[in-house]
Nanobody
C-alpha cells in the first residue's frame, strides 16, 4: 500500500508559477498510474494531469494543457506538478492519487485507490 503526501501549495498572483510535490512511501510509484486532481469550493473534483508509469505517457485536461507539466522522479519516489501561467480559476485544493491498475493507462477520472490529503493553491491578485 502506498502513502501519498502533497506539498508546495500556496498563494500566487495570476501569471505566476508553483510546483507541487507528491511524495510517496510504502511502495514505488514506478508501478502505479498517478494523477493530479483539484477541487474548488462548491465544485466537484477535477482531474488535471496523469502519468502512466509503464512508459511515462502523460495526459492533461484541456484547461491546463500547455501550462501544467506532470513528471516523476523515481529516485525520490516523488511526482511533481509544475504549474505555470496560473489563473484565478486554477485555485483549489490539489490532490495526488495513485493506483496500480492504472499502471499502463492513467485516467483523469476518480478511479484511483490511494489519495493524498491535499494542498491548497490560491491564485489571486
Amino acid at each position: 500500500q502506498v502513502r501519498l503526501v502533497e506539498s508546495g501549495g500556496g498563494s500566487v498572483q495570476p501569471g505566476g508559477s508553483l510546483r507541487l510535490s507528491c511524495a510517496a512511501s510504502g511502495r514505488s510509484l514506478d508501478y502505479y498510474g498517478i494523477g493530479w486532481f483539484r477541487q474548488a469550493p462548491g465544485k466537484g473534483r477535477e482531474g488535471v494531469a496523469c502519468l502512466t508509469s509503464s512508459d511515462d505517457s502523460t495526459y492533461y485536461a484541456d484547461s491546463v494543457k500547455g501550462r501544467f507539466t506532470i513528471s516523476k522522479d523515481s529516485a525520490k519516489n516523488t511526482v511533481y506538478l509544475q504549474m505555470n501561467s496560473l489563473k484565478p480559476e486554477d485555485s483549489g485544493v490539489y490532490y495526488c492519487a495513485a493506483d496500480p491498475l492504472l499502471y499502463r493507462l492513467c485516467v483523469l477520472d476518480e478511479e484511483y485507490d490511494f489519495w493524498g490529503q491535499g494542498t491548497q493553491v490560491t491564485v489571486s491578485s
